[in-house]
C-alpha cells in the first residue's frame, strides 16, 4: 500500500505526524492507499517555504508573461494526463471516469482561463490636484492556504491555485483526505511546468490537524475554502483567533429547481433536473435538490425524471460504462441514508428509489431518491444532503414560489423554468442567490470561467470564478504623491 507523500518547497518528504489514514474506494470499500494524518511541524514546513518564495518575489515578481506561460504549461499537463487524473478521482471518491462535469480536461481549461488572466486587471487612478497623484493597484496577498473538497478533487484543486497563482500568491493546498492524489500529482505537474519550488505545497491530512493548523497559522494570509458551511464557520473562528486573516468560503446549498407550468419545455426542464442530480450522485454544493413545481404539471414533470432515472447505469465508478457511481464514503453513504429515513418522519411521500444498493460490492452504493409532498419546513427540504436525494414542493403562485425559494439558510444558487419572460425577470430579482433561467449552470471557457458568483447567507462568502474571482486573491493597495 502506498503512502502519500508532501510536497514542500519542490520536494517531495514524509510527514512528521506519527499516525496515517486509509484511503478507502468507495466502489468497493476496499483501501488504495494512505495520507499521514497531519501535524502542526507539516503545515510549519510548509508555510515557511511559502513565505520564503513570497518574499524573495521568485514568482510574483516575475513579468506577467512568465507566470501566464508557467500556467498554461501546467494546464496542457494536466490535459494530457486528463484520463489519469479522472482515473484516480473515481478509484478516490468514486466520480464516474464517463462523467464529464468537472472533470480533468475542465480543470486545464480552468487553470488556462487565469493563465490569460494574469495581465488583464488594471488599478484605478483618481482625478487630483495639480500637487497630488492618487493610485490604487492590485498586490497579492501573500501566503494563501486552499482547503478543498473530495467532490470534484482535480477540478476544486485548480480553482484554488488557478486564479491565487496568477494573482502572484504562493499556494499551501490542504486535499480532503478521501480524495489526496490528485493534489500531490498538481503539484508535480506544477514544476515542471516551470512554477518555482515553494510557489505550490501540498501538505496532506485531516482537516482537524493540518487544515486546522493552516487556519490558526500566523502566517498565513488567506484561506480559500469549498466545503460545509460548518467548517466554513470554524475557519472563521480560527481566522479571527490568529491574525485576522482573509477567509473565502464557498459553503453548503440547498438550491432550488423552480419549474411553472406556463408553457414551459418540461421535457428540457426534466432532463436539466434529473441530469444536475444524476452527475457525481448529487454530490455537489449548488445542485439543484429542491423542486417547486406548480401542481398542474407536478405529475407530468415527475414522470419525466424518473424515466431518466431508470435509463443510468449504477456501478464501479473507474468501468468507463458507469453512468452513476458511489457515495463518497461510507459516513457519507451513512449520512444521506438518515436523510431519507427522517422523511417519513416529515410524512413526505416516497416516489422513487430509497434504498442502498449494489452493497454485495462491498461499495457505498444509494439509489437515485425522490420524495414528493415535502414541506418546506422538513429537514430534506432545509439541510443539504450532499446526495442523489430530490425533495419535492408544490406552489401555486411566484409570490409562495420566492417564499420558498428563499427559506432555507442558504443562497448559493437558483435555477427558474418558465415561459414567459416576465416571470423569469421577477423570480431574478426576488431570489437572493445566483438564478439561471431556463439553464443550468453554466460550464466552458467562456461564460462558465469568465462568469463569477458569491454567495449569500450561510452558503459562504467571497467571489469566485473570472476577473473578480481573481480580485478575491489580491488587495488593493493605496499610493498616494504629493510635491509642493
Keep these: 500500500m502506498t503512502t502519500t507523500r508532501l510536497l514542500i518547497d519542490g520536494v517531495e518528504c514524509e510527514s512528521a505526524s506519527q499516525t496515517s489514514v486509509e484511503v478507502i474506494n468507495p466502489s468497493n470499500g476496499r483501501c488504495v492507499s494512505s495520507i499521514p494524518a497531519g501535524c502542526d511541524d507539516d503545515v510549519e514546513r510548509a508555510v515557511a517555504a511559502a513565505r520564503r518564495a513570497f518574499n524573495d518575489g521568485r514568482w510574483g515578481d516575475e513579468p506577467p508573461s512568465v507566470r501566464k506561460k508557467a500556467l498554461h504549461r501546467l494546464a496542457d499537463l494536466v490535459e494530457a494526463e486528463g484520463a489519469q487524473f479522472d482515473a484516480m478521482d473515481a478509484e478516490e471518491m468514486g466520480k464516474p471516469v464517463k462523467e464529464v462535469a468537472f472533470n480533468a480536461t475542465a480543470a486545464a481549461s480552468f487553470v488556462r482561463f487565469y493563465a490569460e488572466a494574469v495581465d488583464k486587471l488594471t488599478g484605478d487612478v483618481y482625478t487630483s490636484d495639480k500637487a497630488s497623484l492618487v493610485l490604487q493597484r492590485w498586490v497579492a496577498r501573500g501566503v494563501v492556504a486552499g482547503i478543498v473538497p473530495w467532490n470534484f478533487p482535480t477540478f476544486v484543486a485548480a480553482m484554488k491555485l488557478g486564479p491565487a497563482l496568477a494573482a502572484g500568491n504562493t ?4 486535499p480532503s483526505e478521501l480524495s489526496p492524489g490528485s493534489a500531490v500529482r498538481l503539484g508535480q505537474l506544477a514544476l515542471r511546468a516551470g512554477i518555482p519550488p515553494g510557489v505550490l505545497n501540498v501538505v496532506p491530512g485531516l482537516g482537524e490537524t493540518a487544515g486546522k493548523a493552516l487556519a490558526l497559522h500566523s502566517d498565513v494570509d488567506m484561506i480559500a475554502f469549498t466545503g460545509s458551511t460548518e467548517v466554513g464557520k470554524l475557519l472563521l473562528q480560527y481566522a479571527g483567533q490568529s491574525n485576522l486573516k482573509s477567509v473565502m468560503a464557498e459553503c453548503g446549498g440547498k438550491s432550488p429547481q423552480v419549474v411553472f407550468g406556463d408553457g414551459v419545455d418540461l421535457d428540457a426542464a426534466a432532463t436539466a433536473i434529473a441530469g444536475f442530480l444524476l452527475t457525481n450522485q448529487g454530490q455537489i454544493c449548488s445542485v439543484g ?9 407536478e405529475d407530468d414533470l415527475l414522470e419525466r425524471i424518473m ?4 435509463k443510468i447505469v449504477i456501478g464501479d465508478a473507474r468501468d468507463p460504462r458507469t453512468t452513476f457511481g458511489p457515495l463518497a464514503s461510507a459516513k457519507q453513504c451513512d449520512r444521506v441514508m438518515r436523510y431519507i429515513e427522517s422523511a417519513s418522519t416529515d410524512r413526505a411521500e416516497l416516489v422513487a428509489g430509497g434504498k442502498r444498493t449494489l452493497q454485495a460490492s462491498g461499495g457505498y ?10 414541506t418546506p419546513t422538513a429537514r430534506i427540504a432545509q439541510e443539504e444532503i450532499f446526495g442523489p436525494v430530490l425533495s419535492v414542493m408544490s406552489f401555486e403562485d411566484e409570490a409562495e414560489a420566492i417564499r420558498i425559494a428563499n427559506s432555507t439558510t442558504y443562497g448559493l444558487g437558483a435555477y427558474v423554468w418558465t415561459s414567459n419572460l416576465s416571470t423569469g425577470m421577477r423570480m431574478a430579482k426576488g431570489i437572493r442567490s445566483s438564478v439561471a433561467i431556463n439553464s443550468v449552470a453554466p460550464t466552458g471557457e467562456g461564460a462558465g470561467y469568465a462568469a463569477s458568483w458569491e454567495p449569500c447567507g450561510q452558503s459562504g462568502i467571497g467571489a469566485e470564478g473570472g476577473l473578480a474571482g481573481m480580485q478575491s486573491y489580491l488587495r488593493r493597495q493605496l499610493m498616494e504623491f504629493y510635491h509642493a
Design 171 to 174: 499556494v499551501i493546498l490542504k
Design 289 to 297: 435538490s429542491r423542486l417547486l413545481v406548480q401542481q398542474a404539471v
Design 307 to 310: 424515466s431518466h432515472f431508470r
Design 365 to 374: 452504493f444509494v439509489e437515485p431518491t425522490i420524495f414528493r409532498k415535502v
